[in-house]
């Protein structure tokens, strides 16, 4: 019966295994997402997407204003509004061509790590995953922060391999437009010329991305010099940021803003971002800094603490609430229902994912491949999660890395595969039963989705 299964399963992949494959996967794709914005196309946009759209216009119209938000989204917003017409509608369907790029570079990543088919499979996974197809029509950071996050670690498995100045000067853009994008992702202008180094012993071809990058970055400190007429590191929300998440009255848990507000700010918090914000603009970002890391020296145990939630959290799945689909299910019961359906699909996706992926990381001693490139692929996740796991954090922001783990199961799930004998599931249990490390992780691992669901819905 097993060995019919998996008959069946390796028949249906070898229709993923072929050439033409991707192109119809993407298609796909992409006319789900069409449909998106010609839904919601009224609808208001949410979180911080409503302050890159009025960056975009500011850009757009050439004002004088001082940048909250990083420009990466708003210049690319910029350049849809100047061709298309100023619009909501366009605002959102200028996300669908990075959906297809993003598309693109999960395939060509993952069948170079692995297979065509496993390639086609994982990217057919992410055109129905909900947070994909939700941010797909969004004008935020997310999509265009993963597709930058994925090329990244591609071109620099490929740059490791085999330098070349092209390819290196392709990550340098690469990464200079991830940091404008997330400043959070500064780390990776120092990290990935070091590893360049370390596997090529090559110190030009090494430096070539941090040049590219930091050209990259540099003119936007000038243009943004130019348009406050002070010097702004990439944006002015940073320390802002970091504050929030560590301060006297910042919860143990829910550091993330909307996780805050929530059960309201503290009063006090709310005072103290008046007076700073009532201060000139260049002593803001300084004020909160110093706020944030006095309270850090004065109580390093709630700091620790904190991290810990932090890094928890991180982990866990998004929670969907039925929107922005309010005016084709106007009940609430029927919004919770819808709500709690797309929660399911989604937290089935990320769990099969990650439990595959987890697998993989300690089960790669027996990989028949090349593995040359988990250290570059998980080195890269905990590098972008830091700046979270230290300021706040909720599983919004694993949105970038989720693909990433998706290479990896991929990897081991073709391994699985690709061996003739034995039962796959046999083996997995053999794996598990043999390796402590992936009982411990994937006990972990299911105990924070558990935390994560009683926090989320106000359980606990």
Known sequence: MKADVKRILVGALQLLDRPWSVYVIVSLGVLLRVMGPALVWDHPLRNEAPGYERMALQLLHGEQFAPYWPPGVPYYLSAFHRVFGESI?????????????FSLVLYFLTAKLSSR???????????????????????????PAATCFLAMVFLGILAGRKPSWPVSSALGIVVGVLILIRPSSMLF???????????????????????????????????????????????????????????PQTPLYK????????????????????????????????????????????????????????????????????????????????????????TIVDAAFYWLIMTLAILFIFGVRDCRNQTDYVTAILGAVLLYAFPYWISFSQPRFNFPVVP?????????????????????????????????????????????????LLVAYSIV
């Open 255 to 342: 550091t993330w803003p909307e996780g805050q507000a929530e059960a309201g700010f503290p009063n006090k918090t709310l005072e103290t971002v008046r007076y700073v914000r009532s201060l000139a603009p260049a002593d803001q970002s300084r004020t909160y800094r110093n706020l944030a890391l006095g309270h850090i020296l004065a109580r390093p145990d709630l700091f620790l603490m904190r991290t810990l939630n932090r890094a928890r959290a991180y982990f866990g799945f998004p929670i969907h609430r039925g929107e922005p689909l309010e005016k084709y299910v106007p009940t609430n019961a029927a919004r919770r229902l819808l709500g709690a359906a797309i």
């Open 89 to 101: 509608l366009v605002a959102r369907a200028s996300m669908i061509p990075v959906y297809a790029a």
């Open 117 to 143: 088919r496993m390639a086609g499979l994982l990217v057919l996974g992410f055109v129905f995953y909900p947070p994909y197809v939700r941010f797909s029509f969004n004008p935020s950071t997310e999509l």
């Open 404 to 452: 990433l783990f998706g290479v990896l199961a991929a990897v081991f799930l073709d391994s699985l595969l690709r061996r003739p004998e034995g039962d796959p599931v046999a083996r997995v249990y053999s794996l598990i039963r043999q390796r402590h490390g992936a009982k411990i992780a994937l006990a972990l691992f299911f105990y924070i989705q558990i935390e994560w």
């Open 189 to 247: 202008a120092a990290a990935v010329p070091l590893y360049l180094f370390l596997k090529t012993r090559k110190a030009r071809v090494a430096a070539a991305p941090l040049v590219v990058a930091a050209l990259l970055v540099s003119a936007w400190l000038w243009k943004a010099q130019a348009l406050s007429g002070r010097f702004i590191p990439i944006n002015d929300a940073n320390w802002e940021n970091f504050y929030l998440g560590n301060n």
